[in-house]
C-alpha cells in the first residue's frame, strides 16, 4: 500500500469517524437533557429533511468521484467537469428546497414547523457539498483538517448553550451549522484547483447516469429512513423511535468504519484499468472489513445490556434489545458497501442495484408493517437487518462474476471460525462474571479482540501475516536509519 494511500486512509478516517462520534460524544449530555420523546420528534423530522437532501444532492456525491479522478491530471478537463455536476445540483436543489418548505406548512404537523425549517439549512449543506471533488483528487487531508476544527467548535458550543429542554432549537441549529461550515469552507481552496472560464458545457451528458445513481441512491435514503417514519405513523408516538435511534447511532459507528476503507479505495480503484489489480486490492479490502465488523459484532451483542443504561442514562432500557439486533449491521453494511463503493461505482455499474435496493425497500416496508405493530423500534431493527442482509446477498452474486467465489471464500472463512470462537467465548464468561462496572466492560471490550486476533494468528491467516510482515519490515527500516 502506498504511502498517500495509507495517509489516505488516515485522513478519512479521522473525518468520518469525528462525524459519527461527535453525536456520539454529546449523546450521553443530550440523553439526560431531552426526554426519549424529544429525541424521537427531532429524528422523525431529520429522516424526512434527509429524503430531499438527497434529491438535491442527485447522486453527485457518488457519480461526480469516478468521473473526477478520470480526469483529474488536466486542470481544464476537470474543471469543466466539476461545473457541469454542480449546475445540475444547483437546479435540484432549487426543486428539492421549494418542494420541502411547501410540503412542512401544508401537510406535518404544525408543533414540527420550526424542527422542519431549522433543518433547511441541511438542504443548504447538501448543495454545498463538495467534498467528493476533493476525494476524486485524492485530497482527503484538506476535508479532514476543516471537519475536525468545526466538530470540535460545535461540541463545545452544544455544552454551553444547550442545557435544557427548551434548547432544542439550537441544538438543531449548532447541528446544521456544523454541517454547514466545513463545505463552505472548501469552496476557498476550490479556487486553487480549478480554472474559471467560459465552457462549452454538456450537462445533458451526465443526466442519464446521474439518474441511474440517484435511483438506487434515494432508495438507500428512504429504506434508512422509512423505518423510523413507520415507527412514528404505526406507533402513533415518537418513544419507540427513540429508543431505535438511540441503538441505530452506536451500531452506525461501525458502518462508519467500514464506509472510510470504500470511500479511500473507491477513487484509487477508479483510475486503475487493470482488473488484476483490482481483484489483488479487493482481497485485502474485504479481509480489513470483516476483520473490523466481527469483533464490533460480539462487542455490540454481548455488552449491550450493561452499555446502553451506562452511555445514555435511566429511561433508554427499551435500547437494549434494539441495539442486539444492530449488532449485525457494520458485517452486512460493511459487505454491501464494500460491493457497491469497490466494484459498482468505480466500473459505473448501476443496473443491479437499480433491482435490488428498491426491492429490498419493498420488502422492509412489508416487514415493517408486521414487525412494528407487535415489536415496535425492535420490529423496525429487525426489518432493516432482514433487508440489509438481502442486499449484501444479491450484491454478491453479482460480484462473484468479477472475483472467483472460491477465493474469496479461502480468503475469509477463518475470521467466521475466529468469531464464532470467540463469541461463545465471551458469552459463556458474561453469563459467569456479568459485566457491571465500566471497568469489566473495557476488560471484555479489549478480550474481544485480543481473542479473535489471537485464534486468526493461530489459523495462520495469510492477509493478516502478510499486513503484520510489512509492518514489521517497515519498523525495521525505521530503527535500521
Known amino acids: 500500500m502506498s504511502k498517500r494511500l495509507s495517509m489516505n486512509f488516515v485522513f478519512n478516517f479521522i473525518t468520518q469517524l469525528l462525524t459519527v462520534l461527535t453525536p456520539l460524544i454529546i449523546s450521553p449530555y443530550i440523553s439526560r437533557i431531552f426526554d426519549v420523546t424529544l429525541i424521537g420528534d427531532y429524528n422523525y423530522c431529520y429522516a424526512i429533511a434527509s429524503v430531499f437532501g438527497l434529491f438535491a444532492n442527485m447522486g453527485i456525491s457518488v457519480y461526480g468521484i469516478p468521473i473526477i479522478a478520470k480526469c483529474k491530471e488536466s486542470k481544464e478537463k476537470r474543471s469543466k467537469a466539476f461545473f457541469e455536476l454542480f449546475i445540475i445540483k444547483i437546479i435540484f436543489a432549487l426543486i428539492a428546497t421549494f418542494l420541502y418548505l411547501v410540503l412542512i406548512f401544508t401537510i406535518f404537523e404544525a408543533k414540527y414547523t420550526i424542527y422542519f425549517l431549522l433543518l433547511t439549512f441541511y438542504i443548504l449543506s447538501v448543495l454545498l457539498d463538495i467534498t467528493w471533488f476533493f476525494q476524486a483528487l485524492e485530497d482527503f487531508k484538506i476535508i479532514c483538517i476543516r471537519t475536525v476544527i468545526i466538530k470540535l467548535i460545535s461540541l463545545i458550543f452544544i455544552f454551553i448553550f444547550v442545557n435544557d429542554k427548551s434548547d432544542i432549537n439550537i441544538y438543531i441549529l449548532i447541528n446544521m451549522l456544523s454541517l454547514i461550515l466545513p463545505n463552505f469552507l472548501l469552496f476557498y481552496s476550490l479556487r486553487k484547483q480549478i480554472v474559471y472560464k467560459k465552457y462549452n458545457l454538456n450537462i445533458k451528458a451526465h443526466l442519464k447516469p446521474i439518474i441511474e445513481l440517484f435511483i438506487p441512491g434515494i432508495a438507500y435514503t428512504v429504506y434508512a429512513m422509512v423505518d423510523k417514519m413507520m415507527i412514528k405513523l404505526i406507533t402513533g408516538g415518537t418513544s419507540e423511535l427513540g429508543y431505535y435511534e438511540q441503538a441505530y447511532k452506536l451500531a452506525f459507528v461501525g458502518v462508519t468504519i467500514m464506509s472510510v476503507f470504500g470511500t479511500v479505495l473507491s477513487t484509487r480503484i477508479s483510475a486503475l484499468k487493470n482488473d488484476d489489480e483490482i481483484r489483488e486490492l479487493h482481497k485485502y479490502s474485504y479481509s480489513i472489513i470483516l476483520i473490523v465488523a466481527i469483533p464490533l459484532l460480539i462487542g455490540l451483542f454481548v455488552l449491550s445490556d450493561y452499555f446502553i443504561p451506562f452511555y445514555y442514562g435511566d429511561g433508554y432500557e427499551g435500547s437494549i434489545s434494539i441495539l442486539k439486533v444492530f449488532s449485525f449491521l457494520p458485517l452486512v453494511m460493511g459487505i454491501s ?122 489459523l495462520k491467516d495469510e492477509i493478516v501475516l502478510t499486513l503484520i510482515n510489512k509492518i514489521i519490515i517497515k519498523l525495521r527500516r525505521k530503527k535500521s536509519v
Request: hydrophobic share 55%.
Open 337 to 458: 458497501n464494500f460491493v457497491s463503493y469497490q466494484y459498482f461505482i468505480p466500473k459505473i455499474i448501476t443496473k443491479p442495484t437499480m433491482i435490488i435496493v428498491p426491492s429490498a425497500i419493498l420488502i422492509n416496508i412489508l416487514l415493517n408493517i408486521i414487525f412494528i405493530r407487535y415489536y415496535g423500534g425492535f420490529g423496525a431493527a429487525l426489518a432493516t437487518i432482514i433487508s440489509e442482509s438481502f442486499i449484501s446477498i444479491l450484491y454478491l452474486i453479482f460480484y462473484f462474476r468479477f472475483q472467483n467465489i472460491s477465493i474469496v471464500l479461502k480468503s475469509i472463512y477463518k475470521y467466521f471460525i475466529s468469531g464464532l470462537l470467540t463469541f461463545c467465548l465471551i458469552y459463556i464468561a458474561n453469563l459467569l462474571y456479568p459485566c457491571i462496572s465500566f471497568f469489566t466492560f473495557l476488560l471484555y471490550g479489549v478480550s474481544i479482540f485480543v481473542l479473535f486476533f489471537s485464534i486468526v494468528l493461530i
